[in-house]
């Protein structure tokens, strides 16, 4: 009898041990698995667990139906395998307004899917899917855009301009301003720190699908991303936070798959939080407007950045870095190596300073945006539209641009506009149309065993336009080639060819009407 009191005692702690280890089953809580909606029973338990210091709220395989969801500290949502969370298509279960921001502006507005603010530990894990069902949000915008007159109101409009009264926006921004309808992230954590998401699916985003923002060591592992074509929905952007790891995603999205941001025009300036110490490592992006973007919500700054064993396949664009006139802030230390592209519809790198609107030169201020010291090596492309193009402003040119290790088979080559110490080792670029390097208003270029197997007839391999202080050497032309260099405009200058070996070419230097005679020294 004294064993058998024994044994009860050991198992009666075992279950009062295991009953306070922390794990809510959602199922033993009021919710179900039926696809009924539950909000209230998964808050109420996220509430009690974090009354307890916190805990991890367990979905077993089943359908399960929600509204907005507030994340606190030290709270886990896992979804087993088998499990799926469904989001709710009614707009009333993501009200009250919050604090959130959108696209780098700081407003009120619906809550995010998952929402957490000031708080730490989150943790979102299993292998289960969680569907943001967005088309209803996707369709309300759509609705509000192709209006052909104006539409009453609805109260949700009202709601959003009752709250967000002397919110200032620059006017090109009017037109997004003036819809009053802004969806919700799919997941938002707002001034959190250590965020980890692992292993689950999302799918169908109302809007960007997971957007730190003002954050602190964030891990996003071994996720998958599906949002179909739809607006706006990218796949991860990290805004203003640092300490940022993203690895073996797979993401497929209706916008950019992966967009580092801090913050639009000077909104983002006032905040003044870069984004810095990013790492996005062994990715796969398929459909997407972008691989990796950075911008163009970058005035907060955006700096020491690394991109590396990634695959780019369908998608838009491959690296893309934008800004434009009047947002400032500057991007700097990128680092991209060991990338493969294929099948990329526009551009496989692209930086622009002309991204989003039309302007004219201004003095340099703090809404000047500045990209420097970016470093990429190490990338295969194929079947791309154009290798690359980089265009800078006349007040701030692009600066210090290396690309190393470069092979593309593609229609267009590079286009280098407006850029200062661009240099060039080691780069292939097969194109169909034009020539593979094209330099305009630059200085300080080298190109270093440049070129093409796929040389045009009666077109220059290099070419030259208001280009001073460039070294080119160290050349080998395999192939036939035509003509390797074509130079022109009155301000091309110290021109130096050395090391060069042009055996298989026709026309070694073709020179423009307007070019100095001393312009090429060889």
Known sequence: MKNILIILCFITGLNTAFANDGWLNILNEGGNNKGIKCTQAIQNAIEKASKNGGGTIFFPAGEYLTGALTLRSNITIHLDSGALLKFSENFDDFLPYVEMRYEGIVMKSFQPLFYAKDAENITITGRGVIDGQGKAWWNEVYRIETAKEPLPPTKYQTMWEEQNKGLYTEPYYKRTVDKKFFRPSFFQAYNCKNILIEGVTFKNSPFWTINPEFCDNVTVTGISIFNPHSPNTDGINPSSCTNVHISNCHISVGDDCITIKSGRDGDGRKYGKATENVTITN????????????????????????????????????????????????????????????????????????????????????????????????????????????????????????????????????????????????????????????????????????????????????????????????????????????????????????????????????????????????
């Open 283 to 522: 990715c796969t992006m398929l459909s997407g407007h972008g691989g990796v973007v950075i911008g163009s919500e970058m005035s907060g700054g955006i700096k020491k950045i690394t991109i590396s064993n990634c695959v780019f396949d369908g998608t838009d664009r491959g690296i893309r870095i934008k800004s434009a006139r009047g947002r400032g802030g500057v991007v700097e230390d990128i680092r991209v190596d060991n990338i493969v592209m294929k099948n990329i519809k526009e551009e496989a790198i692209v930086l622009s300073l002309f991204y989003d609107k039309g302007t004219t030169v201004e003095p340099v201020t703090e809404k000047t945006p500045i990209f420097r010291n970016i470093h990429m090596s190490n990338i295969t492309a194929s079947n791309v539209n154009k290798a690359g193009q980089i265009l800078g402003i006349t007040e701030m040119p692009i600066q210090n641009i290396t690309f190393s290790n470069i092979n593309m088979d593609g229609k267009e080559g590079f286009t280098v506009s407006t850029a200062t110490d661009v240099e060039f080792h080691d780069v292939k670029v097969n194109a169909t149309v034009g020539s593979s390097f094209k330099i305009s208003d630059s200085k300080n270029i080298i190109l270093d065993n440049v070129g093409s197997s796929t040389a045009i007839k009666g077109v220059p391999v290099i070419k030259l336009d208001n280009v001073s202080n460039a070294l080119i050497n160290n050349n080998f032309p395999f192939n036939p080639t035509d003509i390797f260099i074509e130079a022109d405009g009155k301000d091309t200058k110290n021109i130096f060819l050395k090391n060069n070996v042009l055996n298989n070419v026709t026309t070694k230097i073709k020179k423009g009407a307007s070019i100095d005679k001393k312009a090429i020294i060889e």
